[in-house]
């Protein structure tokens, strides 16, 4: 089904993914949490920060909009090794006292909910994959 918004096309199916709306609210908190960090991190981890967590939904909506479920599972696979690059970055973050810490650990936060999710997708997707095969 394809809806209009913004009068923009698209597939509403990767809207309606619980990973992809985590995704999008971590690109949010993220992108918030690094406005307080040095200015000269602005070409470090600030940016590193905020091109990982973009990738996480921006890979969930690619993965969504394939048509097979091995290519579903390599986009949700690279989501979730760029939500583990955020957990990370955002660790070195904490570590080093940049930006405010409530911001930080509310992005640490969906950081992890968002890997348990893909975790948990990857391997129902795997599951569903093997028994066609079979």
Do not use: C, H
Not at 27 to 33: C, D, K
Not at 67 to 79: R, T
Not at 97 to 119: D, H, T, Y
């Amino acid at each position: 089904m394809v809806q209009q918004q913004s009068g923009i096309a698209m597939q509403s199916s990767f809207r309606n993914s619980i990973a992809w709306q985590k995704g999008m609210d971590l690109s949010q908190a993220v992108y918030l949490a690094t406005r307080s960090f040095p200015k000269e991190e602005m070409f470090g981890l600030t940016n590193q920060l905020r091109r990982a967590s973009v990738s996480i939904p921006s890979n969930i909506a690619e993965g969504k909009g394939r048509n097979s479920y091995g290519e579903l599972i390599q986009f949700l696979g690279i989501a979730r090794g760029s939500t583990l690059e955020v957990q990370t970055q955002l660790e070195l973050a904490i570590r080093l006292g940049f930006g405010k810490q409530p911001e930080l650990e509310v992005a640490q936060g969906l950081a992890i909910e968002i890997s348990k999710i893909l975790n948990a997708s990857l391997a129902t997707l795997r599951t569903r994959s093997a028994a066609k095969i079979k």
